[in-house]
């Protein structure tokens, strides 16, 4: 199987700065396109940023300029930099990954457990 492991989540002040990894194990042959989700209680899971295995970036027009996607691929980690937090941002953020388990199977969708970033004002 696939397991994500998020962390790198908490409480910081409004304007303060979180960097959030998601580490990627267990039977992968190949990790296509990786990305963080975000849900507010009472909201939909939203996109927020998202980024190919060739390294092409993806932002939710709420977090442009402010958070930054990597990913390191001999780690199978994706990482979400977020400067200049703002109190809308606090939510569960969840990490995906498209995973191809061999070279003979199409690559599915795995989903982290979730890490809480709460911005107070």
């Known amino acids: 199987q696939v397991q994500l492991a998020e962390s790198g989540g908490g409480l910081v002040q409004a304007g303060g700065s979180l960097r959030l990894s998601c580490a990627a194990s267990g039977r992968i042959f190949s990790i296509d396109a990786m990305g963080w989700y975000r849900q507010a209680p009472g909201a939909e899971r939203a996109l927020v940023a998202e980024?190919?295995?060739?390294?092409?970036?993806k932002y939710a027009d709420s977090v442009k300029g402010r958070f930054t996607i990597s990913r390191d691929n001999a780690k199978n980690t994706v990482y979400l930099q977020m400067d200049s937090l703002k109190p809308e941002d606090t939510a569960v953020y969840s990490c995906k990954a498209d995973v191809q388990k061999s070279s003979l199977t199409y690559s599915s969708s795995y989903w982290g457990k979730g890490t809480l970033v709460t911005v107070a004002s």
């Open positions: 980024i190919t295995d060739s390294g092409s970036t």
